[in-house]
């Protein structure tokens, strides 16, 4: 991926130009497919800059419908979130906007837009935000190669042509559209040469609009050193790991074979609910081919000392949430939160210093990926007890299956969204606000 040319010479800002524009780019043989983009290219340009650093985004909408930048993940001021209307109001055709903000924590994030979210980033509109920390490498043994990874998918018909966002009607909406080809950095079964044994580390993005990405590599195992919010406490091991929609894994991956091996990356169907494996087969994102080079043994690969504080849902304001759907009065399916949709919810009233527990019930026979905007929280394991592990993007899932966490509120105070990232079912109601006051 490009990385974002940087206007200031100060190390300790980035700043940079982003444009929303059309493109015509080549994803698989024919023609070229007119995309929509930030700057011409799929994904948009990288940005990575270092914990504590500015970041300055001068945006320039140059579609023929509004739009906006999402920042997922970073805990910033609430008027930068790019959630249109309630921190900002869309960006229109030929007009300007500057994003301005310090990145509080190192971790793997994203950005895109949140205006028709689901058109849009179906469309091409997403790119990769890295944040260093301040100084010195994570981890002394995290040596190796290091690759960011932005996993999607696109709706193309046979000649190439963007697929309608409204196409399959209300069974697609409730399904969540998934598209043909199936890319990583915005290509179709790419390569990646590695040297054998030798390790590497993939911060892994997922930014399709309803793909669940189950990934395998050959039943090589991964571990995990990193989520949404940057390094874990401990290591998690796994030959099978998953990423929901809007969702990142930090995964350390050593490839092992023979020379000029070729090891498949596969997206492996996921259990969302009916239709997400039912005749579905893996599908390729790309090959690791193999050098005739072997690597020394690398050293064994130690927890990441990353003290999270647990927090207490002792005197925590309990939130309850119900994630369903029903038949509008024009006989329409609408998606929504405790049985309304999006515009007609009232705002969850909560104020700076508070805690709230919040659990989420989902009543529907489709998981869903359950995000909230502008904080990390900490899921509960079944005996109400912290993970320890902070997130923002979390899999509720389907058939009353719950999701209890606990969120604290810094002093940001704003509108908050909180929605489904299936993309298709926030645009078709399943979002709500916090209303987060002094």
């Known amino acids: 991926m490009p990385l974002a040319a940087d206007l ?37 340009p990288m940005l990575r800059l270092r914990q504590g650093d500015r970041l300055l985004v001068h945006f320039r909408n140059e579609l023929s419908e509004p739009t906006s930048i999402h920042w997922h993940g970073v805990r ?9 209307p309630h921190t900002q109001t869309p960006v229109m055709p030929g007009e300007t906007f500057d994003y301005d903000f310090v990145v509080p ?37 995290l040596l190796g190669d290091e690759l960011v990874v932005v996993l999607s998918d696109i709706s193309l018909d046979d000649d190439n042509r963007l697929v309608e966002p409204d196409s399959g009607g209300e069974l697609a909406t409730l399904f969540g559209r998934e598209g043909e080809p199936v890319l990583a950095n915005g290509k179709q079964r790419a390569w990646l040469l590695a040297t054998r044994g030798l390790r590497q580390r ?19 195992p991964f571990t995990q050193i990193g ?15 998953v990423i929901v929609p809007g969702g990142r894994a930090d995964l350390v991956v050593e490839p092992a074979g023979t020379a000029h091996d070729s090891l498949p990356m596969q ?12 005749f579905r087969v893996p599908v390729t994102l790309f090959s690791v081919s193999l050098s005739e080079t072997e690597a020394s043994e690398p050293l064994p690969l130690s927890p990441v000392a990353v003290p ?14 119900e994630l369903t759907q029903r038949t509008a009065l024009d006989g329409s399916l609408e998606l929504g939160i405790n049985g309304v949709p999006f515009d007609e919810s009232a705002p969850i009233p909560a104020s700076v210093g508070e805690t709230q527990l919040w659990t989420v019930t989902n009543r529907m026979a489709f998981s869903h990926p359950f995000h909230l905007h502008g904080f990390f929280f900490q899921p509960l394991d079944e005996d109400g007890v912290s993970v320890g592990e902070w ?48």
């Open 8 to 44: 200031d010479p100060d190390p300790h800002v980035l700043e940079v130009e982003l444009v929303a524009q059309e493109a015509d780019l080549q994803l698989r043989p024919g023609p070229p497919t007119h995309l929509f983009t930030y700057s011409g290219s799929l994904p948009g």
């Open 76 to 84: 910033l001021d609430n008027p930068m979130d790019g959630a249109p």
């Open 105 to 141: 924590d190192a971790g793997t994030f994203w950005y895109h837009p949140h205006v028709r979210s689901a058109a849009q980033v179906g469309f091409g509109m997403y790119g990769a935000l890295i944040v260093d920390p301040p100084t010195g490498p994570e981890s002394a043994e």
């Open 202 to 220: 993939w911060r892994m993005i997922n930014a399709s609009r309803s793909r669940y990405f189950q990934l395998d590599l050959g039943g090589q």
């Open 227 to 241: 989520g949404d919010a940057g390094l874990l406490s401990q290591l998690v091991e796994t030959a099978a790991p």
């Open 267 to 278: 997206w492996v169907p996921f259990d969302r609910g009916f239709g997400s494996t039912e």
């Open 308 to 321: 999270v504080e647990l927090l207490s849902a002792e005197g925590a304001t309990p939130v309850d949430l």
């Open 391 to 438: 997130r923002d993007t979390v899999d509720v899932p389907r058939d009353d299956g719950k999701l209890r966490f606990l969120v604290r509120y810094d002093n940001r105070p704003g509108m908050w969204m909180f929605h489904c990232h299936i993309l298709d079912h926030a645009d078709a109601g399943m979002m709500g606000m916090v209303d987060l006051r002094q």
